[in-house]
């Protein structure tokens, strides 16, 4: 761990603040600093009176909870343990009765652009259904049942279904390969797999359940008793008599009414794996209560939901984001969202703005690498800028995954939010359940990558390696000092690394959040700067990754993507190796040493010599994340020109490290 203080970190100033539009302040659910204020001071004057009120008026319990918070056992903290509820009873029963009941739940749009909708009503059949299905295969609470979708309709039934009768979920994303869910099925323990025969992306038919079925042979996965098998194209693929059966045959003479089953509220809602950016993916476990308190609360805050709206989160429900703003938080609100099974850039780099002004979409949250790809995109070709859809309908984006750069915020500003919206942008990982760090678009001023101010109650700091303050301007280690309701409850399985990695002793027990922050001085806006694995330390000055990635991309005539490394050096300790994706496509020869010159100055001009990165290096792409997050560990090692012998299981593009490794 290192700390990030330099003189270097100024250098980069923000200077362009956007107040919030004032008819928007006026409606909105915190609506201006001085109501920001009051909830924070509520939270900082009686914490346990703060989160209790929140979890009575967010969450419906069957049993009230008496206690709030017990920490006697920390880190393992508990919420509300005393209480009961039940976490789909919350998204969908709880409008039954109410005009919510007969209202547009899911807008689904298929890969191929046809529409399937459906009513709170017509979902809580189906997941109620599905349940029994669940049931009637030997399924009970607190078994563990490995869902490994496309995203559909089905999916989020799946999992909403799991939750009725008090099963576990862990969603896998339909990315991933056998290997990686066979490992996930092993180190959760399904008793059930819940499959689709294919899945449609990019007007392709992919296969789900020979991957499940390859998965099961890897071995050590007898625990798997049945596999449901979703029909989602009429192709046939192969089924294991007894073992597999399609959902038509499970759902088959199942009633459509399930009584969802109270739980504790700290019984194990789902358990899901960290994208693995940083290392080996962690299996992450959150409690019941806790995290729909928080799921339905920052739907309300963050994305000012209102009954009008038309929500979409683009994230896949195999992450985090897709969990919490898609398959618990919109629903828990009564809200109308929109579900895509595709990919953006099918069947053009249009088909976002498309969609939103197909469906009236009012709320658009998705992650700086899809904008960072649309905005090539559209540079290069006319036809798919967003311009050419009416976009009229949005009146707040979102962001979330990774850092946006500035210049990218002001792309996604200017041409999807026509300068009238709002962008939240969303700093939180799988570990924390939802928000931790964001504007809220009725009150906080914005500033382009910054994710501005804690959540109320979110006690979120910056401190140096011994867990003691670091003063504003001067960057850090991002903490958080206090547990949260909807905070990870432990690493599946592995307590100790759980210990190991949020609250290691030298910390004062606080949470480490593993990224690097610095806060202004001015307005104490929190900025990320990066993994603290990845702070650069160059010639003695300490520089974030992020600093110098956004000095590149603000080259925006070439430059569409960045990351940047150190890699050791015996002149200057450590020396900058950046990794970069032009817009017109990778460089070779003269042109690649003519334009790595020109990237050396500009950077030299907009942060300093000493930030000029030493080894440049042109791809097509950026090692990255199935869910679309840059791999640094893995540039580290090609810049010292190692071998890769690092958990890869989570890559999306292994074929990029050969061209990123050639030093040409
Ligand atoms: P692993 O923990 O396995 O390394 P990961 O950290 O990428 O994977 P996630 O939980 O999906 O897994 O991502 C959380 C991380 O994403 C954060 O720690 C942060 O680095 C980054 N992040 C998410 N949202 C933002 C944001 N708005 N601004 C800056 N960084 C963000
Ligand atoms: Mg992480």
Not at 189 to 205: D, H, L, P
Not at 221 to 243: K, L, N, Q, S
Not at 447 to 475: F, K, Q
Not at 608 to 621: L, Q, Y
Request: charged fraction near 20%.
């Amino acid at each position: 761990m290192s700390t990030a203080t330099s003189p270097i970190e100024s250098v980069l100033v923000e200077n362009r603040v956007f107040p919030p539009p004032a008819g928007f302040s006026a409606k909105a659910a915190v609506s201006g600093m001085d109501q920001y204020q009051a909830l924070c001071t509520e939270a900082e004057k009686d914490y346990q009176g703060y989160w209790a009120r929140l979890a009575r008026e967010n969450v419906v319990w069957t049993k009230p909870f008496t206690q709030v918070l017990d920490d006697s056992n920390a880190p393992f903290f508990r919420w509300f343990a005393d209480g009961e509820l039940n976490a789909s009873a919350n998204c969908l029963d709880r409008h039954i009765g109410t005009p919510v009941e007969h209202k547009t739940a899911i807008i689904f749009e298929a890969d191929d652009g046809q529409v399937t909708k459906v009513t709170y009503r017509e979902l809580l059949e189906r997941v109620s259904q599905f349940a029994n299905a669940l049931k009637a295969h030997g399924v009970q609470k607190g078994d563990r049942v490995l869902i490994y979708m496309p995203m559909t309709i089905e999916g989020v039934v799946a999992m909403q279904a799991c939750a009725r009768i008090g099963a576990t979920h862990s969603v896998v994303f339909g990315g991933f390969s056998a290997k990686a869910v066979q490992e996930r099925i092993v180190d959760v323990g399904a008793s059930v797999v819940v499959t689709a025969n294919y899945q449609m992306r990019g007007g392709k038919e992919l296969p789900l359940k020979a991957i499940v079925d390859e998965a099961l042979a890897l071995g050590g996965c007898e625990g798997v008793r049945h596999v449901f098998v979703y029909e989602r194209t009429p192709t046939a693929c192969a089924m294991v008599a007894g073992r597999d059966k399609t959902f038509g045959e499970v759902l088959q003479g199942q009633s459509t009414e399930c009584a969802p089953v109270a739980v504790e509220a700290e019984h194990p809602l789902f358990i899901l794996y960290t994208s693995g950016s940083t290392g080996k993916p962690k299996g992450v476990q959150h409690a019941t209560g806790g995290y729909m308190l928080w799921a339905r609360q920052t739907v309300n805050w963050t994305f000012d939901l209102k009954d009008s709206d038309v929500f979409w989160c683009t994230a896949d429900i195999g992450w985090i984001t897709g969990h919490t703003y898609v398959a618990y938080g919109p629903l828990a609100a009564g809200a109308t969202q929109i579900v895509f099974e595709g990919v953006p850039t099918y069947p053009n780099a249009g088909r976002f703005w498309q969609m939103i002004e197909r469906h009236g979409c009012t709320i658009f949250y998705t992650a700086p690498t899809a904008i960072r790809s649309l905005i090539k995109a559209a540079d290069s070709d006319e036809k798919v800028h967003p311009k050419n859809w009416n976009l009229s309908s949005l009146r707040l984006l979102g962001s979330v995954g990774e850092p946006i750069n500035p210049e990218a915020w002001m792309w996604y500003h200017k041409h999807v939010g026509g300068e009238r919206c709002p962008i939240v942008d969303t700093f939180w990982q799988t570990e924390n359940g939802g928000h931790m760090i964001t504007p809220l678009p009725g009150a906080t001023p914005l500033v382009p990558g910054s994710c501005t101010l804690p959540l109320p109650g979110i006690a979120a700091a910056i401190v140096d390696e011994a867990g003691n303050d670091m003063p504003d301007g001067a960057g850090g280690i991002l903490v958080v000092k206090k547990p949260w309701p909807s905070m990870i409850r432990t690493i599946w399985g592995d307590p100790e690394r759980f210990k190991k990695s949020y609250f290691p002793e030298e910390l004062k027990g606080y949470y480490l959040a593993g990224d690097g922050a610095v806060r202004s001085a001015d307005r104490g806006y929190f900025r990320i700067t990066g993994r603290i694995d990845d702070v650069l330390n160059v010639s003695g000055h300490r520089m974030g990754t992020m600093e110098i990635e956004s000095a590149l991309v603000a080259k925006t005539d070439l430059v569409a993507e960045a990351a940047v490394v150190g890699r050791p050096d015996d002149l200057t300790g450590e020396a900058i190796c950046a990794f970069v994706v032009l817009k017109r496509g990778r460089p070779h020869g003269e042109e690649a040493k003519q334009i790595a010159k020109e990237l050396r100055d500009w950077v030299a001009k907009e942060i300093g010599p000493i930030a000029k990165p030493k080894d440049i290096r042109f791809g097509e792409n950026l090692p990255k994340t199935r869910s679309g997050k840059i791999m640094r560990r893995l540039l580290r090692s090609l810049a010292k020109g190692e071998a890769i012998t690092q958990d890869t299981s989570t890559l999306e593009n292994p074929a990029i490290l050969e061209q990123l490794a050639d030093t040409h």
